[in-house]
């Protein structure tokens, strides 16, 4: 099974609240990945867990947090939503401890901030 | 500049027929990867390659890290063909993979 999940599919948050997304995996992989996708244009890595170390992308490193519980489960956490955080959120994973291993996609969640 | 130029944007196939797509990239990438995008929205992945190429059914790619390039083949293409493709991949010291633009492929009887 190469199935990553998340949830929710959807989601509407208000500017100034909290958002937090959910990605879970049960592939065993060591890498789970956070991207973001706005219309027209290619997702972004915005962040990555390697078992539990986070490494957050420069140019997002203070928009974005994450936790990974355990290792079939990462979250992505918005402090403070703004208008361009809407978006579509991609969540991966991937298994080996090089850069260049495959990855696998959730659904995504799209985020909508109003 | 664009990392990874993806072509055509769109691709019109009769069934029975094939073409390929091309990806080709502005420095040295270390693997890629071919997705299609599902009826739902997500991507289903088609390739992994760190090197040389791979078939899979009525699809091959190639991917030729020193001349920077990867390419996909749909051959006798029938209508579940049709979709919207993907290349992406990593460049050396990245996690991040980088992706094309998309390819949108339709096949008609």
């Known amino acids: 099974d190469t199935t990553v999940k998340q949830n929710p599919r959807y989601k509407l948050a208000r500017v100034g609240k909290p958002v937090n997304l959910i990605c879970s995996q049960t592939?065993?992989?060591?890498?789970m990945y956070w991207y973001q996708k706005k219309p027209n244009q290619a997702p972004k890595l915005l962040l990555f867990?390697?078992?539990?170390?986070?490494?957050r992308e420069a140019d997002t490193f203070e928009k974005f947090q994450s936790s990974r519980p355990n290792n079939s489960f990462c979250s992505l956490y918005i402090g403070s939503a703004g208008l361009e955080y809407s978006a579509m959120y991609l969540c991966?994973?991937?298994?080996?401890?090089?850069?260049?291993?495959?990855?696998?996609f959730g659904p995504g969640t799209r985020l909508t901030v109003l | 500049g664009d990392q990874v130029e993806q072509s055509p944007s769109a691709l019109s196939l009769h069934e029975g027929t094939g073409s390929a797509l091309r990806c080709n990239f502005t420095?040295?990438?270390?693997?890629v990867q071919w997705f299609r995008k599902n009826s739902r929205g997500s991507l289903i992945n088609l390739f992994y390659?760190?090197?040389g190429t791979k078939e899979n059914g009525r699809l091959k790619s190639a991917f030729d890290s020193k001349e920077r390039y990867s390419t996909l083949h749909i051959r006798d293409a029938q209508l579940e063909d049709s979709g919207t493709y993907f290349c992406?991949?990593?460049?050396?010291?990245?996690?991040?993979?980088?992706f094309g633009t998309g390819t949108t492929v339709s096949v008609s009887p």
């Open positions: 991966a994973s991937s298994r080996g401890t090089g850069g260049y291993a495959e990855q696998f």
């Open positions: 592939m065993n992989h060591d890498t």
């Open positions: 867990y390697y078992d539990k170390i986070l490494n």
């Open positions: 420095t040295t990438m270390r693997a």
């Open positions: 390659l760190a090197s």
């Open positions: 992406a991949a990593n460049y050396q010291g990245g996690r991040a993979l980088i």
